[in-house]
């Protein structure tokens, strides 16, 4: 498998768990999903642009199933499919600053959904590049298990 997925992005970066490493399991991909942790990792490169070209760290990309049911998500989620990053970037605002300054662009720089997402103390951005069938959930704010349209200060 390539380890560079784009020029700024590596498949390291898009596989690596803390999960995965704590309950010894494999998260590599199938090669069938190299293509979908590609496109994903395209669009993370127009962000990474559109943000000015500041360092971005994922927290999470692709997880097997048996991951993602141990961080608590379903197999429907987009990140099984390799299709999802979850992200910050520190030297540009908050999450919340940065989903909303994205939430603008999300046609242009082809996010299929954004999610602000809030879980106790920790906050992220999530970007797919799936977009949802129904489109009043293309850009959302998930605050401790609320889902509101929009980004919304929490």
Known sequence: MPNNLTEHFTLEEF??????????LDNQPPLELIDN????AKMMER???ALGNVQITINSAYRSSPVNTLVGSTDRSDHVRGQAVDMVAPACGSP?????????????????QLIFEVSGKSRWVHVSTRIPDNLVNRVLTIANGRTQVGVQPV
């Open 15 to 24: 596989t690596y768990s803390d999960t995965a490493l704590a309950h010894r």
């Open 37 to 40: 942790l590609v496109q994903a």
């Open 96 to 112: 919340y600053e940065i989903a909303l300054r994205l939430s603008r662009q999300v046609d242009e720089l082809q996010i299929g």
């Open 47 to 49: 962000i990474r642009t």
